[in-house]
């Protein structure tokens, strides 16, 4: 079985963001880069199911800047096979990721479709859903356990007070959520492996989608700082300050 | 010229900080207090393949070159492990390079593997008590006797010797009288650390704690012949083509801890409060902090610097003996003015940079001090009359 599993380079978590003058966006200049760590836990769950036996070939896809590169070699170095960049400079929104997406499931045709359930750059929590919809596959989103059958997957998913345990259809499209499992490092002489794994170039042009944005940002602002808080003496003060000032009871 | 790190390097930085992240401030602040050997990080280290990264692929290594050496030793420093961390692998990433160039093959398939994988620790027995900086006048003698040496003397500043199971150890073969130049007549060996005729006395020192530091004694050690490396005399120069590596190893470590010093310094610039605004408002905390950042950074260059013409086979000796004088001075700055930026709380353990200050004169005095390295660089860049 073929996996594919898309990962989406992103401000590392660890940095500070800080939105930019004009409120246009947000700094990326000598920001550090990695790869966004819902995606990281999807490569790790392909990689376990390669590791197990009930994948043969992954094959890790990323969409963006030339730098781009760097994020499907991190993949590579955890255990996929081979990567493919779809090169643009121009802004992906999701719906375009996810028909950049579904060209190379098309020509790749795999059986199993795995990536972040969201970017923690836009938390836009779309491209997974949107990709399913467009190919007409199930698909099990906010997995925490994955279990591959015959023919079928059983998704335990993470809901609003506890967890659902949905069977789909293969080929299908997995969504991670955050405790499917603990992503590995890449080991230095899986870094050096990683290296001679090859890595194809396309472009949107060549996949034949449109990847112009339909939405508009029209600014980005910093959330308002938060006022420093006051100690309460009491019990009874709490309450009332609660009842009386914030009004929620 | 390009200043950019290529894809392998960022993935070295960014595997070397997952490996480190388990190892937070407290880690080290409890190894800095009680002491022993950082064994599970170094175990980390060793179990991802690291220890290997400037050793030849045929044995297990990655054969990558200094400069990667160096991402992989400033991230570790750079963490907040400073030289503790860096310290408890350092010896296995460049230690055995004359091994892996002069060995024989049996050597290296014996030598080598064990490295790389963590399970045997060397140690260098290199400096003794009665010669210092002056290499060539070290008193230890190896006397052949048929297939084996007799080895007496002592070294001193032997670091990891309290476990270590393995030594690379300089003596002299030939009397000093009956060498043209001094730096012949050195033989270069890597043995067992037998206790039975080998004494280890640890040096209580002022920092990095959890890495003994060791006065050796040898009395009586029988070395087999095909413990030595090479050629009978040609020891020291076999350690010399080592010497610019570790300056440039041990410059990295220095900008690393002193990037972690200016990290936890901004920090505290930014929160702490006083009259009514942050402290990092005022020009007087601001100025030295940058002054460290441009420093920290002009000796990043130098170090790279001289990482690229090693990597590339071309000379390095001012490069890269100015980028350990350069990094280690400019580490010293960042975490001295790490302390005096945190105040009365810069002199508190809880607050990790006065352990960094207390670290960060190993690269002052180690493995070179100063003042040689200015001798040095007028003598051999500058011309002027040898001084030393």
């Known amino acids: 079985m073929k996996v594919l599993i898309a990962i989406k380079r992103v401000i590392d978590y660890n940095v500070k963001i800080r939105v930019k003058s004009d409120n246009s966006g947000v700094e990326t200049a000598n920001v550090k880069f990695s790869m966004n760590p819902f995606d990281e836990i999807a490569v790790e769950e392909a990689v376990r199911l390669k590791e197990a036996g009930k994948a043969e070939e992954l094959v890790a896809v990323s969409m963006g800047v030339a730098q781009c590169q760097e994020t499907i070699r991190t993949a590579l170095a955890m255990g996929a096979d081979r990567g493919i960049l779809v090169q643009t400079d121009a802004e992906l929104q999701p719906l375009a990721v996810a028909k950049l997406l579904k060209a190379l499931v098309d020509k790749e045709q795999p059986q199993l479709v795995i990536l972040g359930k969201q970017a923690i750059d836009d938390d836009s929590n779309q491209t997974g859903q949107m990709l399913a919809a467009l190919l007409g596959w199930p698909q099990g989103t906010f997995a925490s356990k994955v279990t591959l059958g015959d023919g079928k997957a059983e998704v335990v998913r993470e809901i609003d007070g506890g967890l659902e345990t949905v069977e789909i259809k293969l080929p299908a499209v997995v969504s991670t959520d955050l405790r499917l499992n603990e992503p590995r490092y890449a080991s230095l002489p899986n870094i050096m492996k990683a290296k ?54 | 010229m390009d200043f950019e790190f290529d894809e392998t390097q960022v993935q070295i930085r960014d595997s070397i900080q997952k490996i480190c992240a388990a190892y937070g401030d407290e880690y080290w602040l409890e190894k800095d207090r009680h002491g022993g050997f950082p064994d599970d990080f170094a175990r980390d280290i060793a179990e991802a393949g690291w220890l290997g990264i400037a050793l030849p692929e045929r044995y297990g ?73 002056d290499t060539a006048r070290i008193q230890t003698r190896a006397e052949r006797q048929g297939g084996e040496y007799l080895v007496h003397g002592a070294k001193i500043w032997t670091s990891t010797a309290q476990s270590a199971n393995k030594i690379l150890l300089l003596a002299r073969t030939a009397p000093l009288e009956a060498t043209p130049n001094p730096i012949d007549g050195l033989t270069l060996f890597y043995t067992d650390l037998d206790r039975r005729h080998v004494q280890v006395k640890e040096i209580e020192k002022m920092g990095r704690k959890a890495v003994d530091s060791n006065m050796v004694f040898i009395d009586g050690l029988r070395v087999p012949v095909d413990h030595r490396i090479g050629e009978e005399g040609k020891g020291f120069r076999y350690l010399l083509e080592g010497f610019n590596p570790e300056r440039i190893l041990i410059a990295a470590e220095a900008v690393g801890l002193g990037r972690a010093a200016l990290r936890k310094a901004t920090q ?90 207390r670290e960060v004169m190993i690269p002052r005095l180690a493995p070179v001090s100063r003042e040689l390295v200015l001798s040095f660089l007028a003598e051999r860049v500058l011309g002027l009359p040898k001084s030393y």
């Open chain 1, 196 to 249: 001679k794994k090859p890595i194809d170039t396309v472009t949107p042009a060549d996949l034949g989608v449109d990847v112009a944005p339909r939405l508009v940002t029209l600014k980005v602002e910093e959330p308002a700082k938060r006022k420093a808080g006051v100690k309460v003496a009491s019990v009874a003060e709490l309450v009332d300050k609660l009842k009386n000032e914030a009004k929620v009871i």
């Open chain 2, 61 to 133: 290594g990655a054969g990558l070159g200094v400069t990667e050496a160096a991402i992989m030793m400033m991230a570790i420093a750079e963490s907040g492990a400073g030289f503790a961390g860096a310290s408890a692998v350092h010896i296995n990433i460049f230690g055995l390079k004359p091994v892996a160039v002069h060995g024989t093959e049996e050597q290296k398939r014996a030598w080598l593997p064990p490295i790389i994988r963590g399970e045997h620790r060397a140690c260098f027995g290199v400096t003794e008590p009665n010669a210092g900086l």
């Open chain 2, 268 to 357: 505290y610039a930014k929160e702490r409060h006083v009259f009514g605004r942050p402290i990092g408002q005022n020009q007087g905390i601001q100025h030295p902090l940058a002054r460290s950042w441009a420093e920290l950074e002009a000796a990043n260059l130098m170090l790279f610097k001289a990482a690229a013409l090693y990597d590339a086979g071309r000379p390095c000796g001012a490069e890269a003996n100015a980028a350990k004088y350069l990094a280690a001075e400019a580490g010293f700055h960042a975490c001295e003015t790490a302390v005096m930026v945190h105040g009365g709380m810069g002199y508190a353990k809880e607050y990790h940079v006065e352990r960094y200050m």
